[in-house]
């Protein structure tokens, strides 16, 4: 990406919507107080608008106070962990109010927070100021980097936030490699609304696929909750748009892909991002949900495992169906990764108690995770590490427990994952 595109990228990347109300709970394992214990803030949207992504991790913060039940052997000590996670209802505010609350009342000596900017660049920048380790993830990093007040080529301001997550590079090489599996007229209809992360999408990831050959067709930027999009598809019908791309809010997709196929606009792809990333949403479309094509940033084929657990992808996946009777979510992968990092962190800290030596352990740390490796120091920028997002597609189940299964197309960012399928068109 052009630095002038990953500035405006980060001046569009803003805040979120208000969501639910909902209390942070609290597990402390182990006997031991004080020194001999290592205090965790885990902070997720486990309510409001962007709540799909925190749907797991229930289940991953069971799996992580398991693994912790007898302590965390570090340095010759055994140290007794508490877990503290709290909710950070989708919205800004809140999550700098609930990691202002771990960092002093609850006292953490690390804190891992995940899933969009509103939640994530909240929780870094009151653990930057406060000088207490954060690692974060899922949210793209140039929104984290850049969005935080860092300059393109200029020192990293921050010493105790770090972060691993996919980038708009990894969106583009993913689209870039996607959609010539299917021959269209390489003609983009775009519907990125006027919101945080449709605005940013327009100036970085637009300019992108314009280089790589495709046109882009784009009817403006139109408001979170429009009911009529007659125009708009009208403009894609008249253009002859062969592929659809749109990063909406749930609510949003739905109602234009209703009227879509009410007017008669069906494109050869339909490359559905932000609200196709969770089964829920998906299958909620109903038959206009199946062959939409999405992207992941991890799943049950992934063939990685939790340093934390051991668990592979697919026992992770697998576990998490039985417990809760749901289909896999990606966000499994890099929500149990946080637990994975963190403790390879602590581990490889001379003193987990202190929290500037902890914080300049992560800026050097390489580790294995639920989603891959990940190793600090060969960029894309100070105190990032850029991980995959892989393409693919949603497709009627062959007679499995769940109506829709997702099949992986394409691995351009991470050549490791299985290609289970070659995308066929939505229509």
Not at 6 to 15: D, N, W
Request: hydrophobic residues 35%; glycine residues 12%.
């Amino acid at each position: 990406m052009q630095p002038a595109s990953r500035r405006t990228f980060l001046r569009q990347t803003g805040a979120g919507v208000a969501g639910l109300m909902l209390a942070g709970c609290s597990s402390g394992l182990g006997n031991s107080s004080g020194g001999d214990k290592i205090t965790i803030g885990f902070v997720s949207p486990r309510t409001g608008s962007t709540a799909g992504f925190g749907e797991p991790d229930g289940y991953v913060l069971d799996l992580a106070r398991k693994a912790f039940a007898n302590g965390l052997p570090l340095g010759g000590k055994t140290y007794a962990v508490e877990i503290v996670d709290k909710d950070s209802q989708s919205n800004p505010q809140r999550s700098a109010q609930v990691t202002n609350d771990l960092i002093n009342s609850a006292g953490v000596d690390l804190v891992l927070a995940t899933s969009t900017p509103e939640t994530v660049n909240p929780a870094s920048d009151a653990c930057e100021a406060a000088g207490v380790p954060c690692i974060s993830t899922n949210t793209p990093w140039e929104a984290w980097y850049f969005g935080r007040g860092a300059k393109e080529g200029q020192p990293s301001p921050f010493k105790y936030t770090y972060h691993f997550s996919f980038g708009v590079e990894q969106f583009h090489k993913t689209y870039a490699t996607l959609w010539p599996q299917v021959p269209t007229n390489r003609k983009v209809g775009v519907m990125w609304p006027n919101d945080a992360d449709g605005n940013a999408i327009r100036q970085s990831l637009g300019p992108l696929l314009t280089q790589s050959g495709y046109t882009i067709v784009d009817p403006g930027a139109y408001t979170d909750g429009t009911n009529d999009y007659s125009s708009q598809i009208a403009r894609f019908k008249a253009e002859n748009c062969e592929i659809f791309n749109t990063f909406p809010i749930p609510p949003d997709f739905a109602t234009f892909w209703q009227q879509a196929a009410q007017q008669g606009y069906k494109p050869k792809i339909a490359q559905i991002a932000k609200t196709g990333l969770f089964a829920s949403q998906v299958e909620a479309l109903g038959p206009l949900g199946i062959n939409v094509a999405g992207g992941t940033y991890w799943a049950p084929t992934w063939p990685y495992k939790s340093a934390v657990t051991g668990l592979t992808a697919q026992q992770l996946g697998d576990g998490y169906t039985a417990a809760t009777g749901k289909q896999w979510n990606q966000q499994l992968g890099p929500s149990m990764a946080l637990f994975d990092v963190g403790v390879a962190a602590l581990r490889a800290s001379a003193n987990p108690k202190d929290k500037a030596g902890l914080a300049k352990t992560v800026s050097t740390l390489k580790t294995d995770s639920s989603i891959g490796p990940v190793a600090w120091g060969g960029g894309p920028v100070p105190n990032v590490v850029a991980t995959p997002i892989v393409g693919g597609q949603w497709i009627k189940s062959a007679g499995g427990r769940f109506p829709l299964e997702f099949v992986i197309c394409e691995n351009s960012t991470d050549p490791d994952v299985p290609i289970a399928a070659k995308l066929i068109p939505y229509s």
